[in-house]
C-alpha cells in the first residue's frame, strides 16, 4: 500500500486542475478491539466488487474528481495498513463527508475482519 502512488496517481490526471483538496483515510490495525480486548492479528476479506460500486456511487456526488481505494487482504499483525483511502474534490464541504460515507460503506458492504487475540 503505497499512500504516495494513490497521490501521484491523481495529481497526473488531466483534471487535476478541478481539485482543490485531497484527503486521505489510512487505517492500520490497532492493538486492542473496541471493546478494549488485545488484539494480535486481523484476517481481512475484500468484496472488490462492492468496493467498485461504493466508489462508483461516491464518484458522483457534486465535486468529487476521484475516489482510489487499497485494501490489504489476509492476516495482518498490529501496525499493518488495512485500507487506504484518498477523495479527490473541489471543495471541503464536497470532500469530506464523501471519505467518510466512503469509508463507512466499505466496511460495511465490502470488507470483513476477524480479529485474533
Do not use: W
Amino acid at each position: 500500500m503505497d499512500m504516495n502512488a494513490l497521490l501521484a496517481a491523481i495529481k497526473g490526471r488531466p483534471d487535476y486542475h478541478k481539485v482543490g483538496m485531497i484527503l486521505c483515510h489510512n487505517g492500520v490495525v490497532r492493538g486492542s478491539s473496541r471493546d478494549g480486548s488485545p488484539v494480535s492479528m486481523v484476517t481481512v476479506r475484500a468484496d472488490r466488487a462492492a468496493i467498485e460500486t461504493v466508489v462508483a456511487e461516491q464518484r458522483k456526488r457534486p465535486g468529487i474528481v476521484e475516489i482510489l481505494v487499497e485494501v490489504n487482504e489476509g492476516d495482518l499483525k498490529v501496525g499493518d495498513d488495512l485500507l487506504a483511502i484518498v477523495v479527490a474534490g473541489d471543495i471541503r464541504e464536497h470532500v469530506i463527508p464523501v471519505l467518510t460515507d466512503t469509508l463507512n460503506l466499505i466496511k460495511a458492504r465490502g470488507t470483513k475482519k476477524i480479529e485474533h487475540g
